[in-house]
T-cell receptor, first 115, second 116 residues
Framework: GDSVTQMEGPVTLSEEAFLTINCTYTATGYPSLFWYVQYPGEGLQLLLKATKADDKGSNKGFEATYRKETTSFHLEKGSVQVSDSAVYFCALSMYYGGSQGNLIFGKGTKLSVKP | NAGVTQTPKFQVLKTGQSMTLQCAQDMNHEYMSWYRQDPGMGLRLIHYSVGAGITDQGEVPNGYNVSRSTTEDFPLRLLSAAPSQTSVYFC???????????????FGPGTRLTVL
């Protein structure tokens, strides 16, 4: 079945360091891909998304490019801040004939940024 | 807009008790879903609904019931709570049909449930 694999955490970085969180997927069709972020004690919120191959999603300095050839959607940020400390989830959703599919999540990667 | 709301925020139950977790959205979304979040497991889909009167099972449906009598509300019922149901529960909603790929799902703040 469809699945998402993301790098295990936790990841600890110093402020202004470069961030990469790897995400690869397995899907029978052409999924839409998402990164969600969960700040401590809160629900999930969408960080960015891409709906077709070679699309780049970006938001708040974070970027991810939908790579069909490597079935990947790695999350990057050039300079992290303490406020970026959170759990990051990669997810996919299939889209059938104009209708929403269910989200399939990776296990999450906890990021801690030290001042 | 309040978005997706969930009540209660915290709940402690004894084994065998029943309860209902409430979820409501005011965005007129057709699609609603329930997830549970456990350490090291990510989020797993319990049940979902594509409209009033239509529900279906997700990955981990055992021990949970749902119904969808209105577009706005999607309650999750635990019929006889077990310690294995200790978890954080999230409700989410989205548009069902659109052009240009899958839509963002909007999540509620979660309910932290402990079953003793």
């Amino acid at each position: 079945g469809d699945s998402v694999t993301q790098m295990e955490g936790p990841v600890t970085l110093s402020e202004e360091a470069f961030l990469t969180i790897n995400c690869t997927y397995t899907a029978t069709g052409y999924p839409s891909l998402f990164w969600y972020v969960q700040y401590p004690g809160e629900g999930l919120q969408l960080l960015l998304k891409a709906t077709k191959a070679d699309d780049k999603g970006s938001n708040k300095g974070f970027e991810a490019t939908y790579r069909k050839e490597t079935t990947s959607f790695h999350l990057e940020k050039g300079s992290v801040q303490v406020s970026d400390s959170a759990v990051y989830f990669c997810a996919l959703s299939m889209y059938y004939g104009g209708s929403q599919g269910n989200l399939i999540f990776g296990k999450g990667t906890k990021l801690s940024v030290k001042p | 807009n309040a978005g997706v709301t969930q009540t209660p925020k915290f709940q402690v139950l004894k084994t065998g008790q029943s309860m209902t977790l409430q979820c409501a959205q005011d965005m007129n979304h057709e699609y609603m879903s329930w997830y549970r979040q456990d350490p090291g497991m990510g989020l797993r889909l319990i049940h979902y609904s594509v409209g009033a009167g239509i529900t279906d099972q997700g990955e981990v449906p055992n021990g949970y019931n749902v119904s969808r009598s209105t577009t706005e509300d999607f309650p999750l019922r635990l019929l006889s709570a077990a310690p294995s149901q200790t978890s954080v529960y999230f409700c989410a909603s989205s548009l069902l049909r659109s052009g240009g790929g899958a839509r963002e799902q909007f999540f509620g703040p979660g309910t932290r449930l402990t079953v003793l």
